[in-house]
């Protein structure tokens, strides 16, 4: 099995090149499905509060890593904190629920899920995760869908950079600008929605051409992309075979020209369902 890469965070943590989505599955087919992905090789999975999927998550890595012997140090989970706890007591009770119903000793890394800008309550929020960091909970902190103006609100506030901001990311909506600013702040890039779900470019002549070219499938090129870009794809599959070929991506190179191909295909109104976190917001 291919060693995956590793980004190093900016808290000197190291995180998986490429994980794996959980959302929208749920109960035995989840936790076969976090454990047939941990078999292919799969070292970070995403879940989240509002997955409803938490105890499922940790049930099957708990399984993976009993009946492999792989220490528990080999794999990063990661959950997300939902609106309706931004509160900075309700965000720090929030984590320790998270933290028990996954039984992984330690939760590696929580996600602020949405922003949700309109209620404006994220940077208590903020400065529940790292309270809940200080209490050992969780050993990670970062958010999702923020905006550059999000970011730079906690930074100010509390001078803790977010390690990760999970943004929708996919052919059709590639985030140039976010991925510069994050750069910028040392913030990694987490793609979710990497392949483009139900949109996804697989019949695009700039992706059928550059898997024709590497004997790859269009997913792997895709998958490919993102690598190269320096995001860390999350993509979700319940099928074992494609866990394993989404997986497989390590070992080609797409060149500067297929790169830029597939970039070109980017829309501003590139969206899978309009959700800007200035206006969109979930609960
Ligand atoms: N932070 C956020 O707000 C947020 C929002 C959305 C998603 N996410 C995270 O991102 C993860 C991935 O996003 P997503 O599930 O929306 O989209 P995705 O990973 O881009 O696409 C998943 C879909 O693609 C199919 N698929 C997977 N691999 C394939 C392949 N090699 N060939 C053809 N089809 C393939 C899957 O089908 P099968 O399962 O049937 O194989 C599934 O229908 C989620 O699971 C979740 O963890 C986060």
Not at 170 to 191: K, L
Not at 194 to 201: E, F, H, I, M, N
Not at 259 to 282: C, K, S, V, Y
């Amino acid at each position: 099995m291919a060693q995956i890469p590793t980004h190093e965070l900016n808290d000197g943590h190291q995180i998986p090149a490429i994980g794996f989505g959980t959302y929208p599955m749920k109960g035995d087919d989840c936790v076969t499905a976090v454990k047939s992905a941990l078999h292919a090789g799969y070292r970070l999975i995403d879940s989240a509060v509002n997955y409803g999927n938490e105890l499922e998550v940790g049930q099957g890595i708990r399984e993976f890593l009993e009946e492999t012997g792989t220490p528990r140090s080999e794999v990063t989970v990661q959950t997300k904190l939902p609106g309706r706890h931004h509160d900075f007591d309700a965000a720090v009770n929030s984590i320790e629920v998270s933290f028990d119903k996954m039984q992984l000793e330690t939760l590696d890394v929580v996600l602020i899920h949405w922003p949700n800008p309109i209620t404006d309550k994220y940077r208590d929020a903020w400065k529940g995760l790292m309270e809940a960091r200080d209490r050992d909970f969780v050993r990670t902190i970062g958010v999702s869908n923020f905006t550059e103006e999000h970011l730079q609100h906690v930074a100010d506030d509390t001078g803790v950079v977010p390690a990760i901001n999970q943004i929708e990311l996919h052919p059709y909506f590639n985030q140039s600008a976010m991925r510069t600013f994050h750069a910028e702040m040392g913030i990694v890039t987490q793609s979710w929605s990497p392949l483009g779900k139900r949109q996804a470019p697989y019949d695009e002549t700039a992706v059928k051409a550059a898997a024709e070219a590497h004997g790859v499938t269009p997913a792997q090129v895709i998958l490919r992309w993102q690598v190269q870009l320096g995001n860390v794809p999350l993509p979700k599959s319940a099928t074992p075979s494609r866990q394993v070929e989404n997986l497989d991506v390590f070992g080609f190179e797409l060149t500067g020209t297929e790169l830029g191909a597939i970039n070109a295909l980017t829309q501003p109104d590139g969206r899978l369902f309009g959700g800007d976190p200035n206006t969109h917001e979930e609960m």
